[in-house]
């Protein structure tokens, strides 16, 4: 396990943009983004893999949202675009120590969750 620490969050206006940040004490294979609304499940929203440099997108969030992550930095980002008033939740970073041949798409297949960061988007 990893102690995942996020940052960046906070209240906009829809259009507008912002930049998520979660800092991590060591490498995992997989870094993600998932985001909980009052009274939703958890949802997946991101996902990075550091072997292969590959991302997910869930299909609400593709050409608005980017995953990455700086080089030689135990860090992963999640720059979001043109926000929507639907992108409005609690957003926690996970982390995935050991490496599969597939994304784990689901909160089960992370073993590190940071406490999370509001993201609050008006009309």
């Known amino acids: 396990q990893v102690l995942l620490v996020e940052s960046g969050g906070g209240s906009v206006q829809a259009g507008e943009s912002l930049r998520l940040s979660c800092a991590s004490s060591?490498?995992?294979?997989?870094m993600a983004w998932f985001r909980q609304a009052p009274g939703k499940a958890r949802e997946e929203v991101a996902v990075f893999r550091t072997r292969t440099g590959g991302s997910w997108y869930v299909n609400s969030v593709k050409g608005r949202f980017t995953i990455s992550r700086e080089n030689d930095e135990n860090s992963v980002y999640l720059q979001m675009n043109s926000l929507k008033p639907e992108d409005s939740a609690m957003y926690y970073c996970a982390a995935r120590t050991s490496d599969l041949d597939y994304y784990p798409l689901t909160p089960e297949g992370y073993d590190s969750w940071g406490r999370g960061t509001q993201v609050t988007v008006s009309s």
């Open positions: 060591g490498t995992a294979a997989f």
